[in-house]
């Protein structure tokens, strides 16, 4: 990648035209807007959605799909996952991963959202996905309005051994995961491997109801939280609901008044 390109400012992208208000189910995503970018010059498209970012334990997850402009069409049925029932979208997976370029699903656990932020473990399950991918793309193109991938200028947390550190310039896309059939793929795909995930998690922590709930706040979620507590698996830096328990931060100066006293 070269100098200029590495350069390139942050833009916001455009829904494509007749869909810059939230589109529905009917509409059919297409590599319209993706190829348009590649025809800007580039050779190699990163596209990347997330799951997990709202829920109440487990990771946060960022699927990413690498294509070019020889690309073909996406495989049929490919839609943003929320769309999708969990059996279809697990036909889909040998699908996508035979049809992309590369592929990859990046994770940042509770504890690492517990110690950085939301926005800090966004931004290593991106990398991480990325570097799955074995190619650094020439864009990164992400779903919604906000660029979590490119570390701000005074960010002290570095990548972990074996990531990229240069990263590519990045468009983001207003519900790209409903109009970008790329992201839509790459949201499957994090969406899938979350779900396992959450479902193998909720043996080791039984009574929270992950296998079905997948960590959200579905209300057996909440009632096991008031009775059972957080586990080990839960954001804890978050306010949880149906815990009343102090927060780690609120504990700590609790302990320092205690000892000054």
């Known amino acids: 990648m070269g100098a200029d390109l590495a350069r390139e400012p942050l833009r916001q992208a455009q829904p494509p035209r007749g869909l810059r208000g939230r589109p529905g189910p009917a509409v059919k995503p297409t590599l319209r807007y993706e190829r348009r970018l590649l025809r800007e010059g580039r050779t190699h498209l990163a596209c990347l959605d997330e799951v997990g970012r709202g829920a109440l334990s487990g990771p946060v997850s960022i699927g990413a799909v690498l294509i070019s402009l020889e690309t073909r069409t996406a495989p049929q049925g490919v839609r943003d996952s929320k769309l999708l029932t969990p059996a279809a979208r697990l036909r889909l997976v040998p699908r996508i991963q035979r049809w992309a370029l590369a592929y990859g699903?990046?994770?940042a656990s509770s504890a690492e959202i517990d110690e950085f932020g939301i926005m800090a473990a966004l931004r290593l399950a991106g990398q991480r996905a990325l570097g799955r991918l074995g190619t650094l793309p020439?864009?990164?193109?992400?779903?919604g309005n906000h660029d979590y991938l490119t570390p701000p200028e005074q960010?002290?947390?570095l990548p972990e051994p074996g990531l990229e550190t240069v990263m590519p310039p990045?468009?983001?896309q207003i519900k790209a995961d409903m109009t970008c059939a790329a992201v839509a793929a790459a949201s499957v795909l994090a969406k899938t491997e979350r779900d396992a995930l959450m479902i193998a998690l909720?043996?080791?922590?039984p009574g929270y109801g992950w296998s079905e709930n997948k960590g959200y706040s579905a209300p057996e979620h909440i009632a096991a939280l008031a009775q059972l507590g957080p586990s080990p698996?839960?954001?804890v830096s978050w306010r949880l609901p149906g815990v009343e328990a102090e927060r780690p931060l609120?504990?700590?100066l609790t302990a320092a008044v205690?000892?000054?006293?």
Do not use: F
């Not at 909720?202 to 922590?205: F, Y």
């Open 105 to 107: 699903v990046g994770h």
């Open 138 to 143: 020439d864009l990164v193109l992400l779903d």
């Open 155 to 157: 960010l002290s947390l």
């Open 170 to 172: 990045v468009v983001t």
């Open 202 to 205: 909720d043996r080791e922590h």
């Open 233 to 235: 698996q839960h954001r």
């Open 250 to 252: 609120d504990s700590a």
């Open 258 to 261: 205690k000892e000054a006293l």
